[in-house]
């Protein structure tokens, strides 16, 4: 059975970081995109950062330069290192895959068929 299981989340002052876990069960992630997304309330989901099965890495522009994706291919882990959040960055986050896909990942959530359920960030100011 394909699982993703996200871990990590919790509260931060503003200025603070976070790293998310998401363990993944049942394939080998790491051969293909995988990514992170979050969802605000209110606001529709959006991509966060990705990285293909060479590591190559892609990032949104509200992101770059604060968080970084990488993975642990032998512990099947990817993770998200989320430096100086601010309360924008307050949103259900969630990890997937796109098991079409190897390289040139899209950003776009659309195109990711395999979801974990989500870890809540939430960061005050």
């Known amino acids: 059975q394909v699982q993703l299981v996200e871990s990590g989340g919790g509260s931060v002052q503003a200025g603070g970081s976070l790293r998310l876990s998401c363990t993944a069960s049942g394939y080998a992630y790491s051969s293909y995109c995988m990514g992170w997304f979050r969802q605000a309330p209110g606001k529709q989901r959006e991509g966060v950062a990705v990285?293909?099965?060479?590591?190559?890495?892609g990032y949104a522009d509200s992101v770059k330069g604060r968080f970084t994706i990488s993975k642990d291919s032998a512990k099947n882990i990817l993770y998200l290192q989320m430096n100086v959040l601010s309360s924008e960055d307050t949103a259900m986050y969630y990890c997937a895959a796109n098991r079409r896909s190897r390289l040139y990942c899209t950003i776009d959530p659309r195109w990711y068929d395999n979801w974990g359920q989500g870890t809540q960030v939430t960061v005050s100011s």
């Open positions: 990285l293909d099965s060479g590591g190559i890495t």
